[in-house]
T-cell receptor
Framework: GAVVSQHPSWVICKSGTSVKIECRSL??????MFWYRQFPKQSLMLMAT?????????EQGVEKDKFLINHASLTLSTLTVTSAHPEDSSFYIC?????????FGPGTRLTVT | AQSVTQLDSHVSVSEGTPVLLRCNYS??????LFWYVQHPNKGLQLLLK??????LVKGINGFEAEFKKSETSFHLTKPSAHMSDAAEYFC????????????FGKGTTLSVSS
């Protein structure tokens, strides 16, 4: 148990377009979901904390109007990168937490051309 | 406040030799500590976790870590490295507070040569 999926696993989009990334807890209900960003050869950087039915809490320096997070249910959170630019190219990882622990998705590679 | 420091950004070993990846933590109360591994372009895989039970924690793939409160350390070890162990390793501390995110170390790249 405790499987987290992300979709898509990789995406290429043109500059100025928007991209939506889904994070799903497949076999459990997550009280909280987290979104991270990882640049090459660097550690994970927390972007935001998301609780079902409430607004996400963004970390300092993360633009909430650019990185829209929707946590519609206890098993689904989405991250939408709006008006993407090449500097948004990165590896985005989500995690989902329940009473047993925190479980990570496989990540989504975003490339903006 | 809690923090975690991985003392080596890069460790190189030969296949069959021991592995030691060092991690120190800072916590105002009893933490939960984790080691995760990440292979290139992959997600994170949990190797092991300490949650205030036994101080010597055994994980997957032959890895283990020892929680030493007096030294505020949680070093990761493996007796004999395999080529497949080459990856990025993250030491992580949990604030153990609802809704609070994990705190990641900067990572240690493990290289294994034949």
């Amino acid at each position: 148990g405790a499987v987290v999926s992300q979709h898509p696993s990789w995406v290429i989009c043109k500059s100025g377009t928007s991209v939506k990334i889904e994070c799903r807890s497949l076999d459990f209900q997550a009280t909280t979901m987290f979104w991270y960003r990882q640049f090459p050869k660097q550690s994970l950087m927390l972007m935001a904390t998301s609780n079902e039915g409430s607004k996400a809490t963004y970390e300092q320096g993360v633009e909430k109007d650019k990185f829209l997070i929707n946590h519609a249910s206890l098993t689904l959170s989405t991250l939408t990168v709006t008006s993407a630019h090449p500097e948004d190219s990165s590896f985005y990882i989500c995690s989902a937490r329940d009473g047993r622990g925190e479980y990570f998705g496989p990540g989504t590679r975003l490339t903006v051309t | 406040a809690q923090s975690v420091t991985q003392l080596d950004s890069h460790v190189s070993v030969s296949e069959g030799t021991p592995v030691l990846l060092r991690c120190n933590y800072s916590s105002s109360y009893s933490p939960s500590l984790f080691w995760y591994v990440q292979h290139p372009n992959k997600g994170l895989q949990l190797l092991l976790k300490y949650t205030s039970a036994a101080t010597l924690v055994k994980g997957i793939n032959g890895f283990e870590a020892e929680f030493k409160k007096s030294e505020t350390s949680f070093h990761l070890t493996k007796p004999s490295a395999h080529m497949s162990d080459a990856a990025e390793y993250f030491c992580v501390v949990s604030p153990n507070q609802a809704g609070t995110a994990l705190i990641f170390g900067k990572g240690t790249t493990l290289s294994v040569s034949s």
